[in-house]
């Protein structure tokens, strides 16, 4: 069993690593633990909201990606989802609620519905914000479910 040394604490303002102590402290100690991997490479962070008015709740998000409020993005069409990037050319920004105003022809263009749940994907090595439908997750887990789940 591999555990991944890279834990967030969400509860707090920012985000920080856990230490292997910290994450020892936290279980059982009868309970034997493998030494922990150092950290992936890459450092995606999901969540889900649902589109309000074309718009995304994401206060999360921008604390783990450092964005202020007023930051201004831009927001590009990747086949079926959203990728949103900071772009001080921009005149798109995040509100003070925290709120990431989408354009409606960019959602339309990936069939994002008002009101849908939709996957965040936080990317913090590329520093940008995707936005997933839901027949995204559902297409992927589809496979997943196809295979029995009992034991063997």
């Given at each position: 069993?591999?555990?991944?040394?890279?834990?967030y604490?969400?509860h707090?303002?920012?985000?920080?690593?856990?230490s292997?102590e910290?994450?020892r402290?936290?279980c059982?100690?009868s309970?034997?633990?493998?030494s922990?991997?150092?950290?992936?490479?890459?450092?995606?962070?999901?969540?889900?909201?649902?589109?309000q008015?074309?718009r995304l709740?994401?206060?999360v998000p921008?604390?783990?990606l450092?964005?202020p409020v007023?930051?201004a993005?831009?927001?590009?069409v990747?086949?079926?989802?959203?990728?949103?990037h900071?772009?001080?050319?921009s005149?798109?920004?995040?509100?003070?609620?925290?709120?990431?105003?989408?354009?409606?022809?960019a959602?339309?263009?990936c069939?994002?519905k008002?009101?849908?749940?939709?996957?965040i994907?936080?990317h913090?090595?590329?520093?940008?914000l995707l936005?997933f439908?839901?027949r995204?997750?559902?297409?992927?887990?589809?496979?997943?479910?196809?295979?029995?789940?009992?034991?063997p």
């Open positions: 069993m591999q555990i991944s040394s890279f834990a604490a969400w707090t303002s920012t985000p920080r690593e856990f292997q910290d994450f402290n936290s059982i100690s309970i034997p633990l493998p922990l991997r150092p950290p992936a490479r890459e450092q995606i962070y999901y969540c889900t909201t649902r589109l008015g074309w709740r994401v206060g921008l604390k783990i450092g964005w007023s930051q993005i831009s927001v590009c990747r086949g079926e989802h959203l990728v949103v900071a772009d001080p050319r005149q798109h920004t995040i509100t003070k609620q925290h709120y990431l105003a989408l354009p409606a022809a959602c339309h263009r069939g994002l008002n009101g849908e749940q939709v996957l994907a936080v913090i090595n590329r520093s940008a936005v439908p839901q995204f997750l559902d297409a992927m887990l589809a496979g997943l479910l196809t295979e029995p789940l009992s034991g």
